[in-house]
Every structure is written in C-alpha cells, then in structure tokens.
C-alpha cells in the first residue's frame, strides 16, 4: 500500500503561482509512475501531468505545458507540481496519483493510489 498526502493548495490571483507537494509513504516509489490530475467543479477530472520515478521523464497536458512543471526529491520521497502563470481555468481539486507499472500513462483508471485532493482556486 501506498498512501499519498498532498498539500500547498489554496487562493492566488491570476498569474501568480502555487507550488503543491505530494508525500508518499508506505513502499519505495522506485518502480512507480507518479500523476498529477485535476478536477473542476461539474467536470471529469483530467490528467495534468506525470513523472517517471527513475530517470525522471515528465508528461504534461497541453493546457499546462509550459507552465507547470512536475519533480521529485528522491530522498523526500516527494512529488511536487509547480505551477506559475496561474489562469482562473485552473481553478480545480488536484490529486496526486501513483502509478505501481514503471510506463506513463494520462488515465485515471491506470493509476493504483491516490491522494485526498487539495483545492486550488485562481481569482481573475
């Protein structure tokens, strides 16, 4: 089992950024694949991105490329998710999600553990 706790939600104003944090615990994350995913209020939620525990190969949607930037302390065993130029539309719940097959994927059905959500709301 892996748990997933994920922190550094809350208000900012557009443009403005709003780093969160995603600490696993429970097994080494050395085989996994970790996702970021967002849910807006009456909508699916939707992949933002993912990270390849070893080798550290990234995957981002569209909408955020370029603009949120995923990582991972090794020693932490922690994922973050960057996010800078924030627009109103980002506005959603986050979930960091774990994946135990060592291959990306954007679906949120391939993921095997997930976080409680954080809020993250942008003001225009």
């Known amino acids: 089992q892996v748990q997933l706790v994920e922190s550094g939600g809350g208000l900012v104003q557009a443009g403005g950024s709003l780093r969160l944090s995603c600490a696993a615990s429970?097994?080494?994350?050395?085989?996994?694949?970790m996702g970021w995913f967002r849910q807006a209020p009456g909508k699916e939620r939707v992949f933002v991105a993912s990270i390849r525990w070893i080798g550290g190969f990234t995957y981002y949607s569209n909408v955020v490329k370029g603009r949120f930037t995923i990582s991972r302390d090794n020693a932490k065993n922690t994922v973050y998710l960057q996010m800078n130029s924030l627009e109103p539309d980002d506005t959603a719940a986050y979930y960091c999600a774990a994946r135990k097959k060592p291959v990306p994927s954007m679906y949120e059905h391939e993921y095997d553990y997930w976080g409680q959500g954080a809020q993250v709301t942008v003001s225009s």
């Open positions: 429970g097994q080494p994350l050395s085989s996994y694949n």
